[in-house]
C-alpha cells in the first residue's frame, strides 16, 4: 500500500529581472498546474512565493519556475525555506509590498511583440491599428516607471482609468494582460493627435495623414517610447538634406527604420547573428553592410559602407511603417549635441525649427531614452550606444559592491551606479557639453537612485578638471560629505572591460581613444597598462606629439597631420609634394608651427584617435570634421575589404625611464614615400590598420615576456573600427594571447563610468 507523502510549505523568494514581464501570472498558472495553493506577491525586492503541497508537486514546480520563466524574466537567484504547512484554500495574487531600502530590477522597454502585432493588424480586434497596444510580453517600461514595486498608479499610466474590457484582462491571472501596468485601448487609453508647426490640429486618421506627409516629403516629429524621432522618407535625396540642414548635422549617420527583415535585406547584408539582434526584444539600431543597389539615399550616411537598420518597434511604428511603405529616416528627436526632446510641449519649441508637423500622445515619459546602436563582430553584438532595450538591466559584478557613483565622462556620458553584486550603468545620456544635458543627467541619477535604493557612499569621476561631470561628482561630495575618488580615464576604459568579462587578476590594458587626461598632466590615448581594479601602472604609449591649438586640432585633422610631419620629421617634409597642404591657408600653416616651436596652446597627447585624423588628413580623406572621430572612420572605410598580403609599415619601440615608447616618425616616412610613388589612399589605410595591430602584438608581447600576464583587455573608442579590431584580435590571437572585448558596455566612452565606479569600490576611504 502506497503512503501519501505529507505536504509542506515552500517559502520561495524569486530574484532578477521578475516584475513587468508576467512573472506572477506565469507563477499561478504554474502552481495551478500543479495543483498547489498559496500566494504570490511583488515586493521593492524581489517576488515572494508561498506555495505549499505535494513533494513530487512542490519540487516540479520549483524546478520549472526557473526552466519555463516567461521569455523576458531574468533570474538572478531563487532561494526556498521549507516550513510546515499552512493550510491554504486556494492560490492567489496578493498586492504589492513596499520595503524601505529594498530594491528591485526593472525591465526595459521592450518591442511589440508577435501577439500584439497581430492585433493591431486584425480588423476585427478592438486593438485593430491602436498604437498603444501591449502586454506583459511587451512594451513600455522602464520609460513610464516612477518608482518601485512596479504598479499602475506608480507609472505614468496612472491618469489613465481602465475600461471594463481592459479592467477585465488586467485581472484575469490567466491573460496575458494581468497586471499589465500600460494597459489600455482606444476606449480608455492613450491617443495621437498630427498638429501643425503652429499648434493647430490637423483633422482626420492621424496615421494615415502622416504617411501622406512623409510620402510628400514632409519632416514629421514623432513622439515614441523614450522621446521624439525625426522622420523622412529615407530615399528622398531632398527630404534627407533638409532634415540635416535643419538639424545642424551635415554628415553625421541617420539611422533609418524598414517595416520587415525582407526589406532589411533589400538594402543590407545580414549575418544570422545580425539578424537575430534585430529581430530581438531589444530591438536596437543594427551597422549593416550596405549594399550598393539599395536606393536609400546615400546622404543618410555619408560615404560609409554601413547603414544604421531598425525594425519597428512599437505598433505606432508598425502602423507608421507598414503603411508608407518606405524606409523611414528615425533619429533623434533633438538639434545636433541636445538631448532627446521628451515632452509634447518641449518638442514644439526645441524641433520647431526641424519638423513641419508633429504627430504626438499623451502618454507622459517619465525617463528621456535613445535607441540602442550596436554591430555584430564574429558572431558577438558589440553595444556602441546602450539604452533602449537594455538600459537599466545591471551588468553584473563578481564581487559584493559599495554604493558607489561613477559620474561618466564628457562625451558619450553614462553614469553608474553599484550595489551588491549590480552595477547599474545608465541609459546613454550624450555630450555633457550644455546645461540642458546636464539638467538630464542630473534628473536621470536621481531616478535610478530611487528605483535602486542607492544612496551612494562614493562618488568617482574623471581626472579631468573641467569635464561637467566631474564638476557635479565634486559639488556632490562638497554637499553630502562623501569621498570623491578621480580615476584616470583609460584605466576606467580597461576595468570596465574586465568586469564585463567577470575578470579579476591583472590583465595588459590597451587602451586607444581620442582624449583621456593622464595622471602626468598630459593627454593620453594610446596607452598599455597593467592594470587591476585597484590600480595601474603605465608601462608603454603612442610618441607624444603636440596639439596645436588643443580642441581646434580636433576640429581640423589637418592640424595634426602638419603636428606629426613638422615634429617627427622636420619642417622639410612640409612641402608642395603633399596635396593635402595645398588645401590649408599658408597663414594658418605658420601659425600652427609656431605654436608648436613656442608651445603655445599646444598640449601634448599620445591619443590614437589624433593619430588616425593625422594619416586621414595626409591622405586627403578628410581635413575637417562634423562629428566625432569622422576623420578616422572615413580612413577606416577608405581600406578595401579584401586582405591579402598586407604591408606593414616600419616603427620601433624605445625604452625611456621604464616606459616603452612607439616611435612613429619612419611610419610618416613610409606613408608618404608611399604617397609619392602613387599608391592608392586605400592600400595605404590597409597597411595602416595592419601596422597599428602589429604595434599592439609587440608591445603586449614585450610586457607579458616581463610580467607572465597572457590576457589583453583591449577598450577605447578607437576599438569601434571593425578593421582595426578583427587585424588585432588577430594578431594576438596567433600570439597566443588570451583577448577580452566588450560586447553589452560600450567601448567608448560609454562604458568607463562602470569602470570608474569599480575602480573607487576598491579604494580605502
Known amino acids: 500500500m502506497r503512503v501519501a507523502r505529507a505536504e509542506r510549505l515552500a517559502k520561495i523568494s524569486v530574484r532578477g529581472v521578475v516584475q513587468g514581464v508576467?512573472?506572477?501570472?506565469?507563477?499561478?498558472?504554474?502552481?495551478?498546474?500543479?495543483?498547489?495553493?498559496?500566494?504570490?506577491?511583488?515586493?521593492?525586492?524581489?517576488?515572494?512565493?508561498?506555495?505549499?503541497?505535494?513533494?513530487?508537486?512542490?519540487?516540479?514546480?520549483?524546478?520549472?519556475?526557473?526552466?519555463?520563466?516567461?521569455?523576458?524574466?531574468?533570474?538572478?537567484?531563487?532561494?526556498?525555506?521549507?516550513?510546515?504547512?499552512f493550510g491554504y484554500d486556494r492560490f492567489e495574487i496578493r498586492h504589492s509590498l513596499s520595503e524601505e531600502?529594498?530594491?528591485?530590477?526593472?525591465?526595459?522597454?521592450?518591442?511589440?511583440?508577435?501577439?500584439?502585432?497581430?492585433?493591431?493588424?486584425?480588423?476585427?480586434?478592438?486593438?485593430?491599428?491602436?498604437?498603444?497596444?501591449?502586454?506583459?510580453?511587451?512594451?513600455?517600461?522602464?520609460?513610464?516607471?516612477?518608482?518601485i514595486p512596479y504598479d499602475r498608479p506608480r507609472t505614468t499610466m496612472r491618469h489613465f482609468q481602465m475600461c471594463p474590457d481592459c479592467q477585465r484582462e488586467y485581472d484575469d491571472p490567466l491573460d496575458r494582460r494581468f497586471h499589465t501596468q500600460p494597459n489600455a485601448c482606444p476606449v480608455c487609453g492613450p491617443s495621437l493627435r498630427l498638429i501643425a508647426g503652429d499648434g493647430k490640429t490637423i483633422p482626420g486618421d492621424e496615421i494615415t495623414i502622416s504617411n501622406q506627409l512623409l510620402r510628400g516629403g514632409k519632416i514629421l516629429a514623432i513622439k515614441g517610447l523614450g522621446g521624439f524621432h525625426l522622420a523622412c522618407d529615407a530615399t528622398n535625396d531632398e527630404a534627407v538634406k533638409t532634415l540635416r540642414e535643419r538639424k545642424r548635422r551635415p554628415y553625421k549617420p541617420l539611422a533609418i527604420m524598414l517595416p520587415t527583415l525582407d526589406e532589411i535585406r533589400g538594402h543590407s547584408e545580414l549575418s544570422k547573428e545580425e539578424v537575430e539582434l534585430l529581430t530581438s526584444?531589444?530591438?536596437?539600431?543594427?551597422?549593416?553592410?550596405?549594399?550598393?543597389?539599395?536606393?536609400?539615399?546615400?546622404?543618410?550616411?555619408?560615404?560609409l559602407k554601413y547603414l544604421g537598420v531598425m525594425l519597428p518597434y512599437t505598433p505606432l511604428h508598425h502602423l507608421l511603417l507598414r503603411e508608407t511603405g518606405l524606409p523611414l529616416v528615425m533619429t533623434s528627436g533633438n538639434i545636433s549635441e541636445e538631448p532627446i526632446a521628451r515632452d509634447n510641449d518641449e518638442a514644439l519649441l526645441r524641433l520647431g525649427g526641424i519638423a513641419d508637423y508633429f504627430l504626438i500622445h499623451n502618454r507622459d515619459i517619465y525617463a528621456r531614452y535613445d535607441d540602442?546602436?550596436?554591430?555584430?563582430?564574429?558572431?558577438?553584438?558589440?553595444?556602441?550606444?546602450?539604452?533602449?532595450?537594455?538600459?537599466?538591466?545591471?551588468?553584473?559584478?563578481?564581487?559584493?559592491?559599495?554604493?558607489?557613483?561613477?559620474?561618466?565622462?564628457?562625451?558619450?556620458?553614462?553614469?553608474?551606479?553599484?550595489?551588491?553584486?549590480?552595477?547599474?550603468?545608465?541609459?546613454?545620456?550624450g555630450d555633457m557639453e550644455n546645461i540642458e544635458t546636464l539638467e538630464h543627467y542630473e534628473n536621470t541619477i536621481e531616478l535610478y537612485k530611487k528605483l535602486f535604493r542607492i544612496q551612494p557612499k562614493v562618488v568617482a569621476c574623471d581626472m579631468h578638471p573641467d569635464y561637467l561631470s566631474t564638476r557635479y561628482a565634486?559639488?556632490?561630495?562638497?554637499?553630502?560629505?562623501?569621498?570623491?575618488?578621480?580615476?584616470?580615464?583609460?584605466?576606467?576604459?580597461?576595468?570596465?572591460?574586465?568586469?564585463?568579462?567577470?575578470?579579476?587578476?591583472?590583465?595588459?590594458?590597451?587602451?586607444?581613444?581620442?582624449?583621456?587626461?593622464?595622471?602626468?598632466?598630459?593627454?593620453?590615448?594610446?596607452?598599455?597598462?597593467?592594470?587591476?581594479?585597484?590600480?595601474?601602472?603605465?608601462?608603454?604609449?603612442?610618441?607624444?606629439?603636440?596639439?596645436?591649438?588643443?580642441?581646434?586640432?580636433?576640429?581640423?585633422?589637418?592640424?595634426?597631420?602638419?603636428?606629426?610631419?613638422?615634429?617627427?620629421?622636420?619642417?622639410?617634409?612640409?612641402?608642395?609634394?603633399?596635396?593635402?597642404?595645398?588645401?590649408?591657408?599658408?597663414?594658418?600653416?605658420?601659425?600652427?608651427?609656431?605654436?608648436?616651436?613656442?608651445?603655445?596652446?599646444?598640449?601634448?597627447?599620445?591619443?590614437?584617435?589624433?593619430?588616425?585624423?593625422?594619416?586621414?588628413?595626409?591622405?586627403?580623406?578628410?581635413?575637417?570634421?562634423?562629428?566625432?572621430?569622422?576623420?578616422?572612420?572615413?580612413?577606416?572605410?577608405?581600406?578595401?575589404?579584401?586582405?591579402?598580403?598586407?604591408?606593414?609599415?616600419?616603427?620601433?619601440?624605445l625604452e625611456q625611464d621604464g616606459v616603452r615608447i612607439i616611435k612613429l616618425g619612419d611610419l610618416f616616412r613610409a606613408i608618404i614615400a608611399d604617397m609619392e610613388r602613387g599608391l592608392a589612399a586605400s592600400e595605404i589605410s590597409l597597411s595602416f590598420h595592419h601596422t597599428l595591430a602589429q604595434m599592439v602584438a609587440r608591445m603586449c608581447r614585450t610586457i607579458s615576456d616581463e610580467t607572465d600576464i597572457n590576457m589583453v583587455a583591449l577598450s577605447g573608442g578607437v576599438f569601434q573600427n571593425r578593421l582595426l579590431s578583427r587585424l588585432t584580435i588577430a594578431a594576438l590571437?596567433?600570439?597566443?594571447?588570451?583577448?577580452?572585448?566588450?560586447?553589452?558596455?560600450?567601448?567608448?566612452?560609454?562604458?568607463?563610468?562602470?569602470g570608474q565606479a569599480v575602480v573607487a569600490n576598491f579604494v580605502e576611504c
Open 474 to 653: 565634486l559639488k556632490l561630495a562638497r554637499e553630502q560629505g562623501i569621498a570623491i575618488i578621480p580615476v584616470q580615464h583609460h584605466h576606467a576604459h580597461i576595468v570596465s572591460c574586465m568586469v564585463e568579462n567577470g575578470i579579476q587578476e591583472p590583465v595588459i590594458g590597451v587602451a586607444f581613444d581620442g582624449t583621456g587626461y593622464g595622471s602626468d598632466g598630459r593627454i593620453w590615448g594610446g596607452e598599455f597598462l597593467i592594470a587591476d581594479y585597484k590600480g595601474f601602472e603605465r608601462k608603454g604609449h603612442l610618441e607624444y606629439v603636440p596639439m596645436p591649438g588643443g580642441d581646434a586640432a580636433v576640429e581640423r585633422p589637418y592640424r595634426m597631420a602638419i603636428s606629426y610631419l613638422y615634429t617627427l620629421l622636420g619642417e622639410n617634409t612640409l612641402n608642395g609634394k603633399l596635396n593635402f597642404l595645398n588645401q590649408v591657408d599658408s597663414f594658418e600653416i605658420d601659425l600652427v608651427k609656431k605654436q608648436i616651436e613656442k608651445n603655445i596652446n599646444s598640449p601634448l597627447t599620445s591619443s590614437c584617435g589624433r593619430l588616425f585624423d593625422a594619416v586621414s588628413a595626409l591622405l586627403g580623406i578628410r581635413k575637417r570634421i562634423d562629428y566625432e572621430a569622422q576623420a578616422a572612420v572615413e580612413l577606416e572605410m577608405a581600406a578595401p575589404d579584401g586582405f591579402g598580403d598586407i604591408k606593414a609599415y616600419p616603427f620601433s619601440i
Open 733 to 754: 590571437k596567433e600570439d597566443g594571447f588570451t583577448v577580452l572585448t566588450h560586447s553589452m558596455v560600450p567601448t567608448n566612452d560609454g562604458g568607463i563610468s562602470l
Open 22 to 85: 508576467g512573472f506572477r501570472p506565469f507563477v499561478y498558472q504554474l502552481a495551478t498546474r500543479y495543483g498547489l495553493k498559496g500566494w504570490v506577491l511583488n515586493t521593492s525586492g524581489d517576488v515572494r512565493i508561498g506555495v505549499e503541497g505535494g513533494e513530487d508537486s512542490l519540487q516540479g514546480f520549483i524546478q520549472d519556475l526557473e526552466g519555463k520563466a516567461p521569455p523576458l524574466a531574468l533570474i538572478e537567484d531563487v532561494s526556498v525555506e521549507s516550513l510546515p504547512s
Open 281 to 303: 526584444p531589444h530591438c536596437p539600431i543594427v551597422l549593416a553592410r550596405w549594399k550598393d543597389s539599395s536606393n536609400v539615399s546615400r546622404g543618410v550616411a555619408p560615404g
Open 372 to 429: 540602442s546602436v550596436a554591430t555584430v563582430e564574429e558572431g558577438k553584438t558589440q553595444l556602441i550606444r546602450r539604452a533602449r532595450g537594455y538600459a537599466p538591466s545591471p551588468i553584473h559584478l563578481p564581487f559584493k559592491s559599495r554604493q558607489v557613483l561613477g559620474c561618466g565622462g564628457e562625451l558619450k556620458n553614462t553614469f553608474c551606479l553599484t550595489r551588491e553584486e549590480h552595477g547599474f550603468l545608465s541609459q546613454h545620456i
Open 101 to 147: 531600502d529594498r530594491y528591485q530590477l526593472i525591465s526595459p522597454d521592450i518591442a511589440t511583440c508577435d501577439a500584439c502585432k497581430s492585433e493591431i493588424f486584425s480588423p476585427s480586434d478592438r486593438r485593430y491599428r491602436y498604437p498603444f497596444t501591449n502586454c506583459t510580453n511587451c512594451g513600455p517600461r522602464f520609460t513610464i516607471i516612477e518608482d
